[in-house]
C-alpha cells in the first residue's frame, strides 16, 4: 500500500528519533554498570574513566568522518550499520572480558554510535524540507534524545538486577532489534543531499570560515563536558556522598534523565522566550547551570536538594544541546552540510567530553567530586561571553 507524503514524513520521522533514542541505551549504561564493576574488582574510578573517555574520543572522531559521509550515501545503510555495530559491541562488552579489551571495544562502540545523528537528522530535514512541519519534527527529534536519556537509565536500572553483564546484554538486544526496524525507513528522506557544495573541501570551505561556528567550538566543548560527566558520575556521587546503594541510589538518579526529557519538552518555549535568539538562549542555559552548581562549593547540599539541582544542569545542558546539535545544523540545508555542521558541532562537545572522562576519573579518585563541580562551574562561566558576543 502507498503511503501519502504526510504518512510517509510521520514513518521517518518516528523510525529515526526511536532509533536515535534507543541507542543511548547503549552509551549511558556504562554509568549505571560502572558500580556494579568496581564492587566486583572488575576495574576502578580510573578504569571507568578511561572507558567512557575512549567512546567519547573516538566518538568525536568518528562524528567528523561520518557527519561528512552521512550527506553523501543512503541513511538506511549507514543507520542499520551504526545500529548493529554497537548492538554487537555492547554484547561483547557484557562478557566482562579484561579491561584493556573493554576500552577497545567500547571505542568501537563510539564510532559506530557516530554514524547515527548527522544521517538520522539529514533524512528528517530532507524530507520535511519545505513542509510546515519541518521546525516541529526538529523539536521532536531533539526531544527524543532526552526520551533515550531516561530509558536507557530506567533500563540499565532495572537490568542491574541481573548483574553488571546484564546491563550490557539487554540494551544490546534493544539495539539490534530497533536497528533492523530502519529497514522500513521510506525512501524519501534517504537520498544524497542535493546541495550546492558536494565535496568535502567545498563543504569544509563553507563551514570554516563562518566565525560564528568557530565561536561556538568552545562553547560547545565546554557543555559536553557537563553533560556527559554530569550523567557519568552521579551514581558514584551519590553513593559516595551520601552512602547509598545502588537501589537507593537509583532514585535520585532518575531525576537527571527525566530532568532532561523534561528539558527537551520545554525547550520550543525557552527558545522563543528569547525570541529564538542562538546565542542568547545558550548564554542563559550557562547561566543556569553556574547557579546550580555554586552551592556545591561551598557545601555539601542533602541527597534530594542535590539531585534537585543537579537536574536543573541537565534541563540547561539539554537546551544547550538542543541549539548546537538541532538548531544550527538545520541552518546549512540549502549548502547541503546538515550532516557535516552536525558532525563538526558533535565532534567538538564529545571532546569536551572525552577529555573530562578521563581528567575526572584521576581527579575523583584523589581529591572527591568538589574539583569536577569547579571546573564545570569555570567552563560555563567562559562559555557565556562566547556566547553574547556580537561581531561589529
Not at 191 to 214: H, N
Not at 339 to 352: E, I, Q
Request: net charge positive; aromatic share 12%; with cysteine.
Amino acid at each position: 500500500m502507498k503511503l501519502s507524503l504526510t504518512a510517509r514524513q510521520r514513518l521517518t520521522l518516528s523510525l529515526c528519533a526511536m532509533a536515535y533514542a534507543i541507542i543511548y541505551t547503549g552509551r549511558q549504561n556504562l554509568s549505571i554498570a560502572s558500580p556494579l564493576m568496581q564492587e566486583a574488582g572488575i576495574t576502578d574510578s580510573v578504569g571507568i574513566g578511561v572507558m567512557s573517555s575512549a567512546f567519547f574520543f573516538v566518538y568525536a572522531i568518528g562524528r567528523l568522518l561520518n557527519g561528512y559521509i552521512g550527506d553523501r550515501v543512503n541513511a538506511r545503510v549507514m543507520l542499520m550499520v551504526g545500529m548493529g555495530a554497537a548492538g554487537l559491541s555492547n554484547l561483547i562488552v557484557g562478557f566482562m572480558p579484561p579491561l584493556p579489551a573493554m576500552i577497545v571495544l567500547w571505542g568501537v562502540n563510539g564510532f559506530f554510535q557516530s554514524m547515527l545523528w548527522g544521517p538520522a537528522l539529514k533524512t528528517v530535514v530532507t524530507a520535511y524540507e519545505g513542509s510546515p512541519g519541518k521546525s516541529r519534527a526538529l523539536m521532536t527529534m531533539s526531544t527524543g534524545v532526552g526520551l533515550g536519556s531516561f530509558i536507557a537509565v530506567v533500563i540499565a536500572t532495572l537490568a542491574a538486577k541481573g548483574g553488571a553483564s546484564a546491563v550490557f546484554w539487554i540494551p544490546a538486544a534493544l539495539i539490534l532489534f530497533f536497528g533492523a526496524l530502519l529497514i522500513f525507513l521510506p525512501a524519501d528522506g534517504l537520498r544524497k543531499t542535493d546541495g550546492a557544495k558536494t565535496d568535502l573541501f567545498a563543504q569544509l570551505r563553507v563551514i570554516l570560515r563562518d566565525p560564528k561556528l568557530w565561536r561556538l567550538l568552545f562553547p560547545a566543548a565546554a557543555h559536553g563536558v557537563v553533560k556527559d560527566n554530569l550523567i557519568l558520575w552521579v551514581p558514584t556521587l551519590f553513593m559516595t556522598q551520601y552512602g547509598l546503594d545502588l537501589k537507593n541510589a537509583a532514585y535520585f538518579v532518575f531525576i537527571m534523565p527525566l530532568a532532561n526529557f523534561v528539558g527537551r519538552l520545554l525547550f520550543p518555549v525557552v527558545f522563543r522566550l528569547f525570541r529564538e535568539k542562538q546565542g542568547v538562549t545558550v548564554a542563559a542555559s550557562f547561566g543556569l547551570c553556574v547557579a546550580a552548581l555554586a552551592p556545591f562549593l561551598v557545601t555539601t547540599p542533602p541527597a534530594l536538594v542535590s539531585a534537585l539541582l543537579l537536574a536543573l544542569v541537565a534541563i540547561a545542558t539539554s537546551w544547550i544541546n538542543a541549539v548546537f546539535l538541532s538548531i544550527y545544523p538545520a541552518d546549512y540545508a540549502k549548502e547541503g552540510c546538515v550532516s557535516t555542521v552536525a558532525g563538526f558541532m558533535d565532534a567538538a562537545t564529545y571532546t569536551g567530553s572525552a577529555i573530562g572522562s578521563a581528567v575526572f576519573g584521576v581527579m575523583i579518585a584523589a581529591t572527591g567530586y568538589t574539583g569536577m563541580i569547579a571546573v564545570w562551574i569555570g567552563l560555563c562561566v567562559l562559555s557565556i561571553p562566547l556566547m553574547l558576543w556580537r561581531k561589529k
